[in-house]
């Protein structure tokens, strides 16, 4: 054996040994220590060793089997059809390899395909007899599972008897057990009271709830089960395509994913890949992917299995939305409210679709229960829009020479201390006003797109304009001049003139953009809204008692308590003075007495409207007593659909709440 070959040799065992401790981890022990995008790299990267070197394949490798062994808890299950793994692609070359390979296989010109959705969970197969649930096993290692009868019983999406089962029927459903988002939240909540191990991600506490060996716990957890196919089938006449067996499996009383669609060459998967991925930040559960199968299920047959996959499908991974990564820095940041917020200093990595260098680690009781240090390996997290986050430290990475992180208690910028919210959660900065850093955001927000909108203030600008003594609150902003703001650097004459004439527009506003952009703890816009529909106008809500104030829609008492703790500082009602004085307006509201069209009515708004902007909506609405939310339920009365409607389109349409276009908005509203 020469030297190259005997190098391989080493990685090889060494990539087996780590894959294997990391199956152990994740599907015996339910603590996975690495994300997926890291597992997915071991994998590939022994797969390219025994490609290029077949003749070093081991029997044992991971490649040649699908997860690991049973648990020695649960009492094995041999499945009658192995239960396969997918092929993964990372690109689009790699599903144009897939589609093409079809086509020159089948010998065809075209191929119709259905895009399911990539759950992210654990697979199961539940084994009905005469129409009767008599078996749930796990995955195990696609030959071997897990018997977990007991538990997947205790599934509510799971019958216990099929609806319109034949007679002498053996029908084996395969699907995936999931934990939505809320449902995550609110075990790990019950974790923290119990004083318990908390669960890193939705799929792991979905493994961790399906295999615990008492039941009862089992049942208590919010688990959820998807069907995506049929395994052995007796009894039962098959369909002629992927998509009828979905519809017969949902027919028989089990749940099928709504987001699956039936899509035809190449451009059809793609776009199908970039629907979901759209779609990804709103589902109620996660996915990692889109899985793509031949639609034809005697093109299926003829495609045939390689060792461990099918030919005819193929998992279409997404972006990973976690990575691993350095911490190279802790620091701390000072919000307009004083909030502090840990932030860690990553060594720059690419995860959710971009480069990330930063992530929040929320407060000291995170970086406590972490114990989140300077230099150790993290795993950090970014779904969709969300903030990144550092969610777990790989402690055997640690160095040997990592020191604790201490919190400070003292301001970084203002030296003021730090002092702890009664609940002993949330950090802050005691100087107020006396801050700087509180002030620039102060100002950052009272600029911002949905407060005061004034077009130009940007971030760096205010930084520039506190630094240097130009503005010390937000009623400053009206005396500035082009002359003064030409002493900033990069500041040329059109870009001032054009400052100035934001800043004039910015003085006629409304009284609900006015009360959020005051940067009252808590008051977000439609609290803000709810305030000034109630009200009136700003003389009432500033004189307005905590009695007063919780008789306001959706206000409760914590919410009063900060209205009349804002409006009691002086300093707060000086800055609101010379903000009147600066010109600051806004037109009378017209309190309108709810009718039956309006109150109790339950509103959300998507898209672009062309008769007015979505802000001036919602504050009709209000004022006629609606309720606007920004998410859509099944508690949703309209969904008010302009131009260009996102997401919550769809989601209203799953769940057949009323949608209404801005023509019928109109109409609705009438003379309002």
């Keep these: 054996m020469n030297d190259v070959d005997k190098h391989s040799l080493e990685e090889m065992n060494r990539l087996i040994e780590e894959i294997e401790r990391h199956n152990y981890l994740y599907y015996v022990k339910d603590s996975p220590q690495i994300p997926d995008a890291e597992y997915d790299r071991l994998l590939r990267n022994l797969e390219a060793i025994e490609n290029a070197h077949p003749e070093l394949v081991r029997d044992d490798s991971p490649t040649r089997r699908v997860g690991a062994r049973a648990d020695e808890g649960f009492n094995e299950v041999e499945h009658e059809l192995p239960m396969l793994s997918l092929a993964n692609a990372f690109d689009k070359d790699e599903v144009r390899e897939f589609h093409e390979r079809i086509l020159r296989r089948l010998e065809v010109d075209q191929v119709e395909y259905v895009a399911e959705p990539k759950l992210d969970g654990l697979a199961i197969s539940l084994l009905y007899e005469n129409g009767k649930l008599t078996r749930g096993a796990t995955r195990g290692d696609g030959r071997r599972g897990e018997d977990v009868t007991a538990n997947a019983r205790s599934i509510r999406s799971v019958p216990l ?40 991600n939705p799929r792991n506490a979905a493994a961790g709830s399906l295999r615990q060996l008492d039941p009862a716990i089992s049942a208590a957890r919010p688990l959820e089960f998807f069907a995506y196919g049929l395994g052995l089938s007796e009894g039962f006449d098959l369909p002629a395509t992927h998509a009828e067996v979905l519809d017969a499996i949902a027919d028989l009383g089990l749940r099928a994913n709504p987001e ?19 779609l990804r930040p709103n589902l109620p559960y996660d996915i990692d992917g889109v899985v793509y199968k031949v639609n034809d299920l005697q093109l299926q047959q003829r495609m045939g299995f390689v060792s461990r996959a099918p030919r005819w499908a193929l998992a279409h991974k997404f972006p990973a939305e976690e990575e691993i990564t350095t911490v190279e820095a802790i620091d701390v940041q000072v919000g307009r409210t004083g909030a502090i917020t840990p932030v860690a200093r990553l060594s720059p990595v690419f995860v959710g679709g971009v480069t990330v260098s930063n992530a929040t680690l929320h407060n000291h009781q995170e970086i406590t229960r972490l114990d989140v240090r300077v230099g150790d390996s993290v795993v950090v997290r970014r779904a969709g829009d969300v903030i990144p986050e550092v969610v777990s430290v790989l402690h055997d990475r640690r160095p040997d020479t990592s020191v604790a992180y201490v919190f400070p208690v003292r301001c970084p910028v203002c030296n003021s201390d730090i002092v702890l919210d009664e609940g002993g959660v949330i950090a802050r900065c005691s100087g107020g006003l006396f801050c700087i850093a509180q002030v620039r955001e102060s100002i950052k927000h009272f600029a911002s797109r949905r407060a005061m909108d004034i077009e130009g203030l940007g971030s760096k600008l205010v930084e520039q304009l506190v630094d240097n003594q130009l503005i010390s609150n937000v009623a400053d902003i009206y005396t500035l001049s082009a002359e003064r703001l030409l002493t900033l650097d990069r500041m040329g004459e059109k870009s001032a003139d054009n400052l100035i004439k934001s800043i004039q527009r910015s003085r006629s506003t409304t009284l609900p953009r006015f009360l959020f952009a005051l940067g009252i703890p808590q008051i977000g816009e439609t609290t803000a809204a709810a305030l000034a529909t109630h009200f009136g106008d700003l003389d009432a809500i500033m004189i307005a008692d905590e009695d007063a104030l919780v008789n306001v829609q959706d206000i409760g008492p914590i919410v009063a308590h900060n209205v009349v703790e804002f409006f009691a500082q002086q300093h707060n009602r000086d800055v609101i003075g010379g903000l009147i004085e600066a010109g600051i307006n806004w037109p009378s509201i017209e309190r309108v007495p709810a009718d039956a069209r309006f109150k109790d009515k339950t509103f959300v708004l998507t898209g672009s409207l062309s008769g007015m902007s979505r802000t001036e909506a919602r504050e009709m609405l209000m004022t006629l007593g609606a309720k606007v939310t920004s998410s859509v339920s099944s508690k949703t009365d309209y969904v008010v659909a302009g131009s260009d409607p996102g997401s919550k389109l769809d989601k209203a349409e799953r769940l057949g709440v009323q949608v209404i276009d801005e023509a019928e908005f109109n109409e609705l509203i009438g003379g309002n």
Excluded at 260 to 278: C, E, N, P, T, W
């Design 161 to 200: 008897r099929l609806r319109n089962a034949p007679s002498s029927s053996k029908i084996e459903i395969r699907g995936e057990v999931l934990m939505t988002r809320k449902g995550f939240a609110r075990l790990n909540a019950q974790q923290d009271e119990a004083g318990a191990k908390r669960y890193v």
């Design 260 to 278: 699956r669609q039936m899509v035809s060459g190449f451009d059809g998967l793609i776009s199908a890949y970039k629907r979901l991925l759209s």
